[in-house]
């Protein structure tokens, strides 16, 4: 998956994962199991509750694990041929409105002016809702593409496919604040003996640059500044919140998708149904004829 598809490193993580699972469920002889093996792998995976997304994705790593044997020429047979998995349910992302984005950015943007954490995170969450980016796009941003105050930035997303991303104002003035305190502890550091990072978000961490971790705790810390419900705001949300938000104002599906690298646009079909639901209950709402 990595040499030949490209596959990101959180993708190789996660299949990891799911065949560690079922290897210790089938045990050491897991690469020989077959059909019934998997079927009951599959029922303790409902036994314990697991989520239907769960069960079709460690099927889904299944099914390529045995794919591969069988064009090795590592088995004449792949039990997962005809196995029918669970549909996985696709629940419709639950966008942040454009109130809850603009007292989020106001929240990054409160306390001392120049404090480099203050900065940082307002420069955190302008670049995810301005670009609509991932939140492993945004920790792997190198600093170099990011200087002279640039429109558009080059991102690299699944599957290590570019793509263009604009930069609106805000965004790049909150940018512009970020890239002076940063470029001054660093200078300090270098000074003291330390060494520059490529990153535009370095850390004294293993990784040298924020984690996706990191980030997502630091949403949740500024939306209960901002009064907001934590388990709403994530990157992700704010993600959604970008496609919606301009599907809202008349873009259309196709520049979306160009914009959030979906290699499919039925993947990007659904924000066109999140809006639906929002004018049919204001229709619902409002309309005098709906009423009783």
């Not at 050491?28 to 093996?37: E, P, S, V």
């Not at 939140?135 to 429109?151: H, I, K």
């Not at 000074?191 to 370095?202: I, N």
């Not at 388990?231 to 959030?260: C, E, K, M, W, Y």
Request: aromatic share 6%.
């Amino acid at each position: 998956m990595a040499a030949e598809r490209g596959a990101a490193h959180n993708t190789l993580l996660a299949y990891r994962r799911d065949l560690t699972d079922f290897a210790g469920h089938a045990g050491a002889d897991f690469a020989t199991a077959d059909r019934a093996d998997i079927e009951r792998y599959l029922s303790a995976l409902d036994a314990v509750g697991l989520s239907r997304a769960t069960r079709a994705r460690r099927l889904s790593a299944l099914r390529q694990f045995f794919a591969f044997q069988l064009t090795e020429g590592w088995r004449t047979d792949d039990p997962t041929q005809r196995l029918q998995g669970p549909a996985p349910s696709r629940p419709l992302p639950r966008p942040l409105s454009e109130a809850q984005v603009s007292a989020l950015l106001d929240a990054a943007e409160a306390g001392a002016d120049a404090a480099p954490a203050t900065l940082r995170r307002a420069c955190l969450v302008q670049l995810l809702y301005a670009a609509g980016l991932r939140v492993s796009e945004l920790a792997d941003l190198p600093v170099a593409a990011m200087r002279g105050d640039p429109r558009m930035v080059l991102v690299r997303g699944k599957g290590g496919k570019d793509r263009m991303a604009p930069l609106s104002p805000p965004a790049r003035a909150a940018l512009t604040a970020w890239l002076g305190a940063r470029d001054g502890a660093e200078t300090a550091l270098i000074a003291a003996g330390g060494r520059a990072s490529p990153w535009l978000f370095p850390s004294r961490g293993i990784s040298g640059r924020l984690t996706r971790a990191r980030i997502f705790q630091l949403l949740k810390d500024l939306a209960a500044q901002a009064g907001l419900n934590p388990a709403l705001v994530s990157p992700h949300a704010l993600r959604h919140a970008f496609a919606t938000h301009l599907l809202a104002n008349g873009a259309d599906l196709r520049t979306i998708q160009a914009l959030l690298g979906h290699a499919d646009l039925s993947t990007t079909e659904i924000y066109a149904h999140v809006l639906e639901t929002r004018l049919r209950d204001l229709v619902m709402d409002h309309h005098p004829l709906a009423k009783g």
